[in-house]
């Protein structure tokens, strides 16, 4: 479906008719920096031919776009630069990182956004750049920034989400709270590691992109803005570099913790019934029946044998107490 | 075995008589990407003679090609480029990777692609590219792209078989599952680890292959198409490196899921015998023998006692029933 | 808020009146390396903009100034360094690091510090430097080189504090004291992450700076200088892998001493319950109530079965001690 | 011990009379690629110092010679290369990978080979270089590759045992048979680092021996061979990292499985003895001495209570055996 | 403290009077490879001061060697090489690694060695080089490499002793002798990477050093002798990465033995309570009360029943014994 779609002239909004006359008046046109942007959002084959036919994107760009789930990259084609990007979103009810897909075609006088599932935030992007003329003005790769930038944002924001479940892992497991689950801190690594796959090969791409020797971007001021986004990146995957190994030892901190909360309940029963043998060994010993037992014919044997008893265990008792075992 | 052998001038395959009066004919010829294309299936050493007596290969290829068994690698010789390349097939019934191998000499006017074992899915590729004379005309270098393509796309499948198979130990070890066994997850470790050793070492000649100033392919448009074939690669290769984190995880929250399993069982099995100590030691100290015990003079003192009995090992029952250990 | 600003001449401290005037007059002046140095703390929105309406800084890191929590960093602009760096504050109380931001736009004939919260030693590196005119009169970098001198001098001290809590750590863990905690161990590891955090990405950028090929310091004498911040920041760098590396070895002891120390004592507890069965088993022997048992009628037949069960369980006693087990 | 010393002009062997005579002839005479190779075995200083006098080689890599021991290498000196290559031997009793050591000084018209120990195969690769005239027509370097080949080919085969070791230890370990050692796990980990040290090291001087643009190898043909003998390295080394990450595996699976089968005895004793603890119970109970007990009274009550004991123990002994406990 | 100070000329040794007109002597002097070695030990910044006043040392320079506790390094200044290296030294009865300092400064006509600590061998050194003129006619990089090799050659030795270390304990733990204790492990750990620390940096500055493209050191021959002292150098680090990873292993597997060796004790004293839980059984049933219990009135019944309690621990215990549990 195309949602949008609109010509950018000196940073201010113009209605599009036709797209192959709008994209041949652009490239006769006398201002450089004039750009059409066609927004869709989970094409089909037909919709993307429609629009493909008047843009001769690259075939295996188009290829990508289409099928989708791609690695986050940035491709250099003849006079498109082609930029897959992993949108991620948090779900705060089941603590889940889910990742969706934005795709850009940054071309001669055209941009094309393509973007699957309704985590991507395209809309609220354009509508911020409308609102900035002076960078549209930069032309088409004002768009890139604009987009790549608000990922990145996102990405900051969600990094904020896990270091807060960490954080909360990890209350959880070293106040000794029984009833953390383990594959409460397992899901937790996979998310992290599901950020890391959206995250990390985005590093060196963009890098690419502000790098004034390598970088397809002209104007020296967008390489900067596209400096500023990596460097946000490059926080996000430090932070998350952390996380990873952190829940690697919060993990195993916690498995054998239960280990060792088990084992101190096993001492606990074992010390109630070492206390309970002592009372049963006594009363059967003055249970045997030989005939020459003068403590049996005592008129208080039965009396003192008893507090004999309740001294023991009582003595006992206070010994494990005092070596925390009870 | 020769399996196959043609020769495609301009995209059509062409019915190919003496393999060295062919070959002379496409040198001296006009179309300069036609070529020859020789398939061969297990072949003996006198069969690959044979072929090498006419395209005269470099002893060192041969030596690898026949003998097999070989690192996936990419390399150049005078005129020729000689690819190995590891295919891999998933077993269902066992969850097991099979590694597979295809080879190609690309030269002057000539292909030659040798598979070995079942696995390999060279006849298809041949199909499918018999079909895309477009492709086809960009000479001998359509076919190691072909090939290529089909095993890397091939590791995409198996990819999304480890992930599933991850998935299923995953959901096991965590829903706490008793029937898991930790063979299991080794096993899989093993083959991420099989998977990982056919892919890997193949990204950095893939690169080579796409990377303008070093490659051997002369035609930008193939470079493009390597470049997608790497793309492809590196996903699967990002993949596989989370995968193997996560099963050093899961084998550990197994083994100590295990642990815990058995000691939860012994706390149980203690629990119970504690509560089976006390009408023990009771009944114990009314199984003295002293004279004097006023308790079993009384009528209903038996009745008494059996109901502290009851009493104590329900109070005991509960306790236990509260602190989980029951 | 503007805590300090000044004019250096010469490696002389003299007031400053109107921004823009000074400013002009420093640019006009025969003077290269006389600059102004305005010192901000918390600044608010507005009193930057009344900074920057002079200075005319790049809105990108004037934005990551604003927003603070940055990475450590160092970016050229046009004529403007901008530097992030991250201040460490160590808590003996809790010894918690807690992470600070200093940053710095060393520009044309101009400083500016910005600093965010109190654990930043701005005010003494000002003292410090004014005391050393030959050092300020090489400029602008001078003030660069004097606040990073501190911040990673002071990463030198927490790094000592940090080793002290290791090895306190280590101390208690192998001397087998039963109170550690492995929350302990965890948050040692965490305020090491990030110590890390602050430290490691600074290494590149500072190498860059020190470096003649690629440095924007040209005085050669100022880079030797941040050469010798380089060296000691790597000594803290190599420190800190070491103790990541060592806490996690610290870490699975402990867990693994725990677990041990509990099973000495569940040893401890059923090697007495052993004892006791002894005793019970004899008596409950001699309480059956067969009509013919002819250790009953001895006269002193329950005094030798007394001695045969001090005697047993004083043997077991013995042989749990020699085996250690008690 | 000079072992075999010849001149090999044209590829053909040739006696070599008094040392000095032999080098003055070749350098003077007309074939580029005659030249002498002497071959020593565990030589005395003396003995080097003889071939010395005439070869002048450099006193560092004679050193290194002399005292043996050294890190493998490939050293270029002003005309000389010195290399030094590990030999592995694989002992099959005790699964023990042996380390012996070649070193080669490949000069100006001569080869020196030095063995030690019994391990290294020199005496073949001089019989089977003798049978490949053409090879040794390249002059000095033939010899370089032809021990060169010999011993990764050696690798590649001790890969093979050690391959076969870790495969019998998996095997072991998780058909929980309870006879593993884990000292044998460790052992087999020690010697995949030992294979690791021998072979590692190799793979950059080699990888410089074929690189047209860095190798002292001047044919372009012998740069060919030698990066097939790096290829095999490569591939012997791709194995050897993946049996040191699968040992880590095991050794932790197997740990773990002990304690799991200990576990599981001792769940199966506390199980029988919480069994035997009911019918003890309830003895207890009768034999309590209370006057008015009236089951004592019955005629069958004995009879009647043993029924009882028996029920209760096969129960428990059937709810145990359901639970997997017994 | 001066330790020593003396001027070589043409590899021998001259006395050196008043060090400012030495140094004016030698500069103005003939001979491009005479110098003066001057040696301090422990010296305080008074006598520094002395020599510095003559030399003009660079004040960075200065300060690391007065302060001390410096990273391992080789920093050039305008004219002068200044050098950092660890020295160790193992103590043999508390397996400890002990670190002292070394530095050097390599001038125009002079050199200055610093050392702190007993455990530096420079007096040694300086010994050595005086019988050796022809490698002192080098001049003062001579006296660099004298040091940095017996220091390199220091750490061969110790590398011995760790192995030496490292192997007892392996055999301890893998003995199953219970008397290791796992502080011993740690430690050695410890000492390991005290070692790395020292060994690792100095990798890259000493390929340097022997780089002809980037070395200081123009003699050919020097740069020679530099690359063999890297070559030790490379060796010992190898090493020391093995024994870092094999102690992990060793940590983790002692561990996971301690727990073995103690549930194997618990399944023992299990064991025998199991055992003698029967006899309390049988005892327990016979003392019960009814007033028709047969065997009670048998003659022999009590014979009877010890006979088959003594039968029913035998059987147990030989069961018990043939599972290994006892
Ligand atoms: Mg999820
Ligand atoms: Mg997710
Ligand atoms: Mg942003
Ligand atoms: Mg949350
Ligand atoms: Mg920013
Ligand atoms: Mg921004
Ligand atoms: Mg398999
Ligand atoms: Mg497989
Ligand atoms: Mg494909
Ligand atoms: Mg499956
Ligand atoms: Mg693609
Ligand atoms: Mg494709
Ligand atoms: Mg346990
Ligand atoms: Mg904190
Ligand atoms: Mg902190
Ligand atoms: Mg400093
Ligand atoms: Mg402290
Ligand atoms: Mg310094
Ligand atoms: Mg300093
Ligand atoms: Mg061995
Ligand atoms: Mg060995
Ligand atoms: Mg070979
Ligand atoms: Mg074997
Ligand atoms: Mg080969
Ligand atoms: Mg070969
Ligand atoms: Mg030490
Ligand atoms: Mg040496
Ligand atoms: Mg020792
Ligand atoms: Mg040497
Ligand atoms: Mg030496
Ligand atoms: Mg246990």
């Given at each position: 479906m195309i949602v949008d779609q609109a010509i950018y002239r000196d940073g201010i909004r113009e209605p599009c008719g036709d797209l192959s006359d709008a994209l041949e008046a652009l490239r006769t046109?006398?201002?450089?920096?004039a750009f059409l942007w066609i927004g869709l959002k989970d094409p089909t084959d037909a919709e993307f031919d429609l629009v493909n036919d008047e843009l001769k994107l690259h075939p295996l760009a188009v290829e990508d776009a289409v099928k989708g789930n791609q690695r986050p990259k940035v491709e250099l084609y003849d006079n498109t630069i082609f930029v897959v990007l992993k949108t991620l979103r948090y779900v705060e009810a089941t603590s889940d990182v889910e990742t969706g897909e934005v795709m850009l075609f940054v071309g001669d006088r055209f941009v094309v956004t393509v973007r699957y599932?309704?985590?991507?935030?395209l809309a609220t992007v354009r509508q911020r750049l409308e609102g900035m003329p002076q960078q549209l003005?930069?032309?088409?790769v004002s768009v890139l920034h604009a987009v790549m930038d608000a990922i990145v944002d996102n990405y900051v924001a969600i990094d904020a989400e896990l270091q807060n479940d960490l954080e909360e892992i990890e209350a959880a497991v070293f106040s000794g709270?029984?009833?953390?689950?383990s594959g409460q801190i397992y899901r937790l690594k996979r998310e992290v590691l599901e950020f890391r796959r959206a995250a990390n090969p985005l590093a060196a791409p963009l890098s690419m992109l502000h790098d004034g020797s390598r970088s397809?971007?002209?104007?020296k001021e967008m390489r900067l803005l596209f400096r500023d986004v990596a460097d946000h990146l490059l926080r996000v995957i430090d932070h998350v570099e952390s996380y990873d190994r952190l829940l690697t030892d919060v993990l195993n901190a916690h498995l054998a913790q239960i280990s060792v909360q088990q084992n101190s309940d096993m001492r606990k029963i074992s010390a109630w019934v070492a206390i309970a043998a002592v009372p049963t060994m006594i009363a059967g010993i003055y249970g045997?029946?030989?005939?020459?037992?003068?403590e049996l014919r005592w008129s208080y044997g039965y009396h003192v044998v008893l507090g004999v008893m309740a001294v023991a265990c009582l003595g006992l008792y206070r010994a494990f107490r005092r070596s925390d075992w009870l």
């Open positions: 046109g006398q201002d450089p920096h599932g309704d985590a991507s935030p003005r930069h032309g088409e709270a029984r009833d953390t689950d397809p971007v002209s104007v045997m029946n030989f005939d020459n037992m003068p």
